[in-house]
């Protein structure tokens, strides 16, 4: 209505032409440049600017290059005949795959590949053994279980994906959490009552990648130093620790990435750990996320 209006003058008489007089191909052509959520929310302004929020030229440029490498994992009748639009859709949310045990998904702002693997899908040393490890389900994890250690002296995770991720430059980290929580009158609570040895000696970090790309880091999981107001700060809550970036030049042939946590100091035990996934994202993406604005 406030294009219609903009288009008269005091006495009635109409001036040029009007945002409801926009070709659809300029209209598409715009949205080559938007993000698709703004694009969604213009669509709504008028029939030309619905229709080109529908195209499939301006859908497929948001998509990755290799988007169909994602459709391939699921099966092709929830895909077939669709548009591009209903592609990004569907590709904006999880796709699960090797046992649904690694998940990818499309961040909904820029297009670009996200990935999760699941502590499920990683070696992690003792953990046939219940005096070290049990299997915690949650909602807290996206795929709904964690892996706690009570106690062990020889720490260590490792995992590999292969995947033709497109290219970027990616950061891969793990998500963990200090201390055992657990739900009780509603309230989340957590408990601490392993939780020990993560003070003593850092937590040594690394990846590698299939084209000889290699990155690493340590730091201690758990801080001697109480905050006056809060407490410990790392404990009680899900953290992601940064091991390092690989940059992905080409989707073809795909990548495959190594990563490892280790503490294996035996001269003292460590328990009290939630492990539960790695996040591979792009770097400038996990920065947003970061500060709690990532989709």
């Not at 032409?17 to 703004?38: K, Q």
Request: charged share 25%; net charge negative; aromatic share 10%.
């Amino acid at each position: 209505m406030g294009a219609s209006l903009s288009n008269l003058t005091d006495n009635g008489a109409t001036m040029g032409p009007g945002l409801g007089d926009i070709p659809e191909s300029c209209v598409a052509c715009v949205f080559l440049y938007l993000t698709p959520p703004e694009i969604c929310n213009l669509a709504r302004l008028n029939r030309a600017f619905r229709g080109a929020a529908s195209s499939d030229p301006v859908w497929e440029n948001k998509l990755p290059s290799n988007y169909q490498d994602l459709l391939d994992l699921m099966p092709p009748e929830r895909y077939q005949n669709s548009s591009k639009k209903d592609i990004f859709a569907l590709l904006s949310r999880p796709v699960p795959f090797d046992d649904g045990n690694k998940e990818v998904w499309l961040d909904r702002v820029t297009g670009r590949v996200c990935m999760s693997i699941s502590a499920k899908a990683m070696a992690i040393t003792g953990i046939e053994d219940r005096r070290y490890w049990n299997w915690i389900p949650t909602e807290e994890s996206r795929f709904q279980v964690v892996a706690y250690l009570q106690q062990i002296w020889w720490f260590e995770v490792d995992g590999v994906v292969k995947f033709p991720l497109p290219p970027d430059i990616y950061t891969l980290s793990f998500r963990l959490h200090l201390g055992r929580f657990a739900k009780r009158l509603g309230r989340r609570v957590s408990n601490f009552e392993h939780t020990h040895g993560w003070d003593i000696k850092p937590v040594k970090l690394e990846l590698s990648t299939s084209d000889g790309q290699h990155a690493s880091s340590e730091c201690c999981l758990d801080e001697t130093e109480q905050d006056d107001v809060n407490g410990n700060h790392k404990r009680g809550c899900w953290i992601d620790y940064k091991v390092g970036e690989f940059v992905v030049s080409d989707s073809e042939p795909a990548t495959e990435v190594r990563f490892s946590m280790k503490q294996i100091d035996c001269t003292h035990s460590k328990g009290g750990l939630c492990v539960d996934s790695v996040f591979i994202i792009p770097s400038n993406l996990r920065e947003r996320k970061r500060k709690g604005v990532w989709k």
